[in-house]
């Protein structure tokens, strides 16, 4: 068995073209994964005898025809695998699916290896990643500070170096807080772009599943694995590509619309736009007020109730105990709003994303902090509801929007922690941020 795991696809790519054998390196993943010392990361690994007929598998597989042979991953565990149970960190909900979702299905047909479930906020309700009546999984960039939800087993398994790619979803910015906080790449798909049948709804015409890695390059080539029309998704669509020109005028929030949560992601957030400033890119700042309107929103609007919608049944069922109470609270509140407000909301979104259009005439990307702040473990503790608002400052407007994100590492903080930045763009603009992402990682 090898004793060297890869971090990064790359490396696993080329580990087979020096003759190790998937047997033995997943093999290998799996033991690190059972032998890590934080039991906060993965809620479920796979089996010797599963991994096993993943192994004949791939040995009836040409290597060079799939982009990601013997490539280990994980899965969010409100995202189904064939076998698996998925339990959306609440135990009492759990089933065993017998089929997987489509976007693993389709890395499992690109070479992929599911190797567990990773541990979230519970039914994806939080930023911060301590909502869960499991351990918190422990950010390895950062110990004392949250690892960022609600996909934090995700961000955490790719962070900590146990699979160089792991599946998150993302509603309100679940896929690239934590990408922020845990120093990752983090790519959240247009909305209706990737596939969200198998997945466990949080606001179901607003999910979408991204992706972790640690590079931009590697979370292009998972994307174009898992992106694609599914016909059995009734919120799936074809997106055609945005034009693929070179991005030059990035917009940035307007100086009074900066929240000052924190000085040292501040500071970090100068560092980042002094950065972009190096690559000769003209940053335009835009005034931030409509897509604060739009953000709001999302928690303190009617699309709360959307969240109710999808666990209505099981919250009425089920003991008080089986869900915590910051969960049940805030799902619960969807039932102070009535279909009036709803369509309320529905024609205020109609007007702010006329509105925020405009922006897109005048700018090629929109670039922002990924979190404006990164509380402790102790602050989150003191107060569930606050930090936790306060990290979805920039991200909870994109998907209501119906906008594709890019989140990358940027300068890390002077306090020596990480910090990221996000790029925006329309819908089907990924490979655009793409290439952006990269000439920012390059330099």
């Known amino acids: 068995m090898t004793s060297h795991v890869p971090r990064k696809i790359e490396g696993f790519r080329k580990l087979y073209a020096s003759g190790e054998r998937p047997a033995s390196a997943l093999a290998a993943v799996r033991e690190r994964i059972r032998a890590s010392d934080d039991p906060g990361i993965f809620l479920h690994v ?3 005898e599963a991994l096993d007929g993943f192994v004949r598998n791939l040995a009836d597989k040409d290597r060079e025809s799939l982009p990601l042979w013997g490539v280990p991953f994980a899965v969010k565990d409100n995202i189904d695998v064939a076998g698996m149970p998925t339990t959306a960190a609440c135990p009492a909900y759990a089933y065993l699916p017998e089929r997987h979702a489509e976007t693993v299905a389709r890395l499992v047909a690109a070479g992929a290896v599911p190797m ?12 911060n990643g301590t909502r869960t009546p499991h351990a918190v999984p422990r950010n390895p960039r950062a110990p004392g500070r949250v690892p960022g939800g609600s996909s934090s087993g995700s961000a955490v398994a790719v962070a900590a170096g146990l ?14 807080v934590p990408a922020g906080l845990c120093g990752l790449v983090g790519l959240k798909p247009t909305p209706g772009g990737v596939s969200s049948r198998g997945v466990v709804p949080a606001c179901r015409s607003l ?39 070179t991005v030059r005028v990035i917009g940035i929030p307007a100086e009074a619309d900066r929240p000052r949560f924190d000085a040292d992601a501040e500071a970090a957030w100068d560092a980042a736009l002094a950065h972009l400033a190096s690559l000769d890119l003209e940053l335009v700042p835009v005034p931030m007020a409509p897509f604060n ?3 709001a929103l999302l928690y303190e609007g009617a699309w709360v109730a959307e969240r109710l919608a999808g666990l209505e049944d099981f919250l009425a069922n089920a003991a008080p105990e089986a869900v915590l109470p910051v969960t049940r609270g805030i799902i619960g509140g969807g039932a102070r709003h009535s279909a009036a407000d709803a369509f309320r909301a529905m024609h ?9 259009a405009k922006v897109w005439h005048r700018i090629d990307a929109l670039a922002v902090p990924t979190a404006p702040l990164f509380p402790t473990l102790g602050e989150l503790a003191a107060d569930p509801i606050g930090p936790n608002a306060r990290l979805g400052v920039f991200t909870n407007f994109v998907n209501l929007l119906g906008l594709a994100a890019l989140a990358v590492p940027g300068p890390d903080r002077p306090d020596g922690l990480p910090a990221g930045m996000t790029f925006i763009g329309r819908g089907g603009s990924e490979a655009r941020l793409v290439a952006l992402g990269m000439r920012v990682e390059g330099a």
């Open 46 to 48: 796979i089996s010797t």
């Open 116 to 127: 567990g479930k990773t541990n979230l906020d519970q039914f994806a309700t939080g930023l």
């Open 163 to 176: 699979v160089p790619v792991a599946l998150g979803t993302d509603t309100a910015g679940s896929g690239r």
């Open 207 to 245: 999910d979408c599943v991204s992706v972790f890695t640690h590079g931009v390059a590697e979370a292009w080539t998972v994307h174009q694995v898992i992106a694609g029309y599914d016909p059995e998704d009734p919120y799936s669509r074809s997106i055609p590509p945005a034009e693929a020109r």
């Open 293 to 295: 309107a739009v953000a």
């Open 348 to 356: 205020k979104l109609a007007e702010l994303r006329r509105e925020t």
